[in-house]
């Protein structure tokens, strides 16, 4: 399983906003579910799940940051932003496709718990 740390960011004395902070061979997922799978929640829940299913055998896209290339047993994810690597150094990681799933379920259980909790 993909171990991550909560961590606050505070601005002016308050609690503005959190990330999940993660090792450093993956601390691009921290990114990848703040700039990414938070304004594109809904389809990027899809082509996981599309793929994880069967339905089809790998998917692509590209967010705000990260390209992603999903397989049914791993997904590449990449820094659009950072020169091009292709050997995946310090640009991308690869993680297991379920485990992704999974956390990208628990990122957005806690978005909408903060979320509600500002209210």
């Not at 991308?92 to 909790?117: G, H, S």
């Amino acid at each position: 399983m993909l171990h991550y740390k909560i961590r606050y960011i505070e601005h002016r004395g308050h609690i503005d906003d959190f990330v999940f902070d993660f090792d450093k061979d993956f601390s691009l997922l921290g990114t990848f579910l703040s700039s990414d799978v938070t304004p594109f929640e809904d389809w990027i829940k899809a082509d996981l799940d599309e793929v994880l299913s069967g339905e089809c055998e790998r998917k692509e896209f590209f967010g705000n940051v990260c390209g992603v290339e999903i397989t049914p047993s791993t997904t590449k994810i990449y820094d659009n932003l950072k020169d091009d690597d292709k050997e995946c150094n310090n640009t991308c990681c690869e993680v297991n496709t379920k485990e992704l799933r999974l956390l990208i379920n628990e990122w957005c259980e806690k978005l909408k718990e903060f979320k509600k909790e500002k209210e």
